[in-house]
Structures are given as structure tokens and as C-alpha cells.
């Protein structure tokens, strides 16, 4: 009799542990980039002065990674009405290596700016991205720092 309430105890606690839920923060889940990540705020630093260019009262941007490709859309939120009508976007491949990041710009609505190369740090806390590194065209006079910071939503 006490061999067999034993082994049902111990069948009982087996079960419960395998139905039970991990405690928050004992599980170390894989961050993901793929998704769709909201432009937060922006700053560009050039020649060393900061400049804050984002947020912009009525405009979004979103930043959408797959395994291997980012997309960036930026519009006005009145539908193009208005003197401040405003759309832009680029796609292209990235790789991820650590928190090196490096876009190669391929479509772009701003032509001179395709097929270059960027190079960036991207770290992951969360729900949030923060992306900074040199914007760099020596052919447009472009030699400035970004830092950009994305959240999902």
C-alpha cells in the first residue's frame, strides 16, 4: 500500500512539474529582429552637434526585418495632404553579427543613396532596438552619426 501511494505521489509531482510554467526571468528566450519595430526618436550628430529628428508631429515610421532583408517606410499620417507631405522608404539585405549590424541599401527612394554599405551597433533590450553608426557617402558630402531607437509593437 505505501509502495503504491508512493509511486502515484510520485507520478502527481511529475506531472505538475511538466504542466508547469516557467517563473519570469528563469527562461533565456532568443530576441528576435524579424518583425516590425516603431520609430521612437532619432538624432543625427554631424560636425558635433546633436540634432533631434524624430518624433515629427504627424509622421510614423516603421523598420521591418525578415532572416535576412529590412524595409523602412516613413509617411505623413495626413495622407499626403498639405505642404508638409512626406514619404519615404528603402529595402535591402542586412547581415547581424554580435551587435554589428550592417545594411546594404539597395532600393531607396533617395537613388544616391543605394548600394551603400552602412555599418551600425544594434542592441536588443526587450521590445526596444537602439541602432547607431555612421552614415557615410563621400560622393553627397554625408559624414554623420545616427542613433535611432525602435520599439515593437
Same mark, same amino acid.
Given at each position: 500500500?505505501?509502495? =503504491?501511494y508512493?509511486?502515484?505521489?510520485?507520478?502527481?509531482?511529475?506531472?505538475?512539474?511538466c504542466?508547469? #510554467?516557467?517563473?519570469?526571468?528563469?527562461?533565456?528566450?532568443?530576441?528576435?529582429?524579424?518583425?516590425?519595430?516603431?520609430?521612437?526618436?532619432?538624432?543625427?550628430?554631424?560636425?558635433? $552637434? +546633436?540634432?533631434?529628428t524624430?518624433?515629427?508631429? $504627424?509622421?510614423?515610421m516603421?523598420?521591418t526585418?525578415?532572416?535576412?532583408?529590412?524595409?523602412?517606410?516613413?509617411?505623413?499620417? =495626413?495622407?499626403? #495632404?498639405?505642404?508638409?507631405?512626406?514619404?519615404?522608404?528603402?529595402?535591402?539585405?542586412?547581415?547581424?553579427?554580435g551587435e554589428?549590424? +550592417?545594411?546594404?541599401?539597395?532600393?531607396?527612394?533617395?537613388?544616391e543613396?543605394?548600394?551603400?554599405?552602412?555599418?551600425?551597433k544594434? =542592441?536588443?533590450?526587450?521590445?526596444?532596438?537602439?541602432?547607431t553608426?555612421?552614415? #557615410?557617402?563621400?560622393s553627397?558630402?554625408i559624414?554623420?552619426?545616427i =542613433?535611432?531607437?525602435?520599439?515593437?509593437?
Open positions: 500500500m505505501h509502495i =503504491r508512493l509511486s502515484f505521489a510520485a507520478l502527481l509531482a511529475l506531472t505538475a512539474s504542466n508547469s #510554467k516557467p517563473e519570469t526571468g528563469t527562461t533565456s528566450q532568443p530576441q528576435t529582429l524579424a518583425g516590425t519595430w516603431f520609430l521612437h526618436s532619432s538624432q543625427i550628430i554631424e560636425k558635433g $552637434d +546633436t540634432v533631434d524624430f518624433p515629427v508631429k $504627424d509622421e510614423e516603421i523598420k526585418f525578415t532572416d535576412t532583408h529590412f524595409t523602412f517606410m516613413k509617411h505623413d499620417t =495626413r495622407q499626403g #495632404k498639405g505642404d508638409s507631405a512626406v514619404f519615404s522608404a528603402g529595402a535591402g539585405t542586412y547581415t547581424l553579427k554589428d549590424y +550592417t545594411e546594404k541599401l539597395q532600393y531607396c527612394n533617395y537613388r543613396w543605394e548600394n551603400h554599405d552602412f555599418q551600425f544594434l =542592441r536588443m533590450h526587450g521590445d526596444t532596438i537602439i541602432q553608426g555612421e552614415e #557615410k557617402i563621400d553627397l558630402g559624414n554623420r552619426e =542613433r535611432e531607437v525602435y520599439v515593437r509593437k
